[in-house]
């Protein structure tokens, strides 16, 4: 028969059990994402529902902002400023524009403070941190549907049949939620050691609201500053939703393919430096 201390050190050998983390590379980072999909569904559905919980609007809410931005603009830059709006009529311009912006203004608001606003998960419980920026960008395509079906009504109202290019709308609302992910992965990854940055994404989301082409025609632009505009991801959005609803010309190659590389540095910068820092998430928050 063994002495105790010989089947001890067996019984330690035989259920040894070692937790290590998956890995770094991005292959296991989507793994370990699909299989945390659950989660990531649940959290969708739990923003959506609290948004609107005790709302007397509701889900209106998703209409009015872009509707009423929309009328104001109208009657500043339309009738006073007289913008010109390439021959549509400027409240539709104007709207083809807002509805994407909303959406991206939304999901980047939430995406850069769901670190911070979920704290009390990230010091309980492991699940992979990525969940939570991806879940307040993707809900925002709740607001974003409803919000596109209302400029739907509009294009009928104004009797504007959208051309082919409606086919690949889906392309340009993926530009504006990959560009509100990168973005909020640099911003709610900074916003753990700097609460500043709460603060600032307002400001910052102001001010490229009049950096990108929504209450005016990108036509306007100086030439020697397009090379400049066009780093701006956004401003290809919009000029893809102007082309695919209103049957505008088609946006340029060369300014679409440096936006979509834009989008692509933001993303990949943004995962790359959100793995770097979230293991100090739970230590600084």
Request: net charge positive; glycine share 6%.
């Amino acid at each position: 028969m063994n002495p105790p201390d010989a089947r001890d050190a067996q019984f330690d050998r035989a259920h040894l059990t070692e937790i290590s983390a998956s890995g770094n590379s991005l292959r296991a980072e989507l793994r370990e994402l699909w299989a945390y999909r659950d989660l990531l569904v649940l959290l969708i559905q739990r923003d959506v529902s609290i948004r609107y919980k005790q709302s007397a609007v509701g889900i209106g809410w998703a209409v009015l902002q872009p509707l009423l931005t929309t009328l104001i603009f109208t009657v500043v830059f339309g009738k006073f400023a007289k913008l010109p709006s390439e021959g549509y009529p400027y409240a539709l311009y104007t709207m083809c524009a807002m509805v994407p912006w909303t959406f991206f203004t939304r999901a980047l608001g939430g995406a850069s403070t769901s670190i911070v606003t979920s704290s009390s998960m990230i010091t309980k419980v492991y699940f992979p941190r990525l969940v939570l920026p991806i879940s307040k960008t993707v809900s925002g395509l709740v607001d974003f549907a409803v919000a596109f079906g209302m400029l739907i009504l509009l294009l009928l109202a104004y009797r504007v049949t959208p051309s082919l290019g409606l086919l690949l709308l889906p392309l340009f609302v993926l530009l504006a939620l990959a560009t509100a992910l990168g973005i909020g992965l640099w911003l709610t990854a900074l916003n753990v050691k700097y609460r500043d940055i709460g603060l600032l994404v307002p400001f910052l989301t102001q001010i490229w609201m009049y950096a990108s082409p929504i209450a005016y025609s990108s036509q306007i632009v100086p030439a020697k500053w397009l090379w400049l505009y066009n780093l701006n991801p956004i401003a290809g959005v919009v000029e893809g939703f102007r082309w695919a609803l209103l049957g505008k010309a088609a946006p340029a190659l060369g300014p679409m393919a440096l936006s979509c590389t834009m989008v692509v540095l933001l993303l990949v910068s943004g995962f790359w430096y959100f793995r770097r820092t979230e293991r100090e998430f739970a230590d600084n928050i």
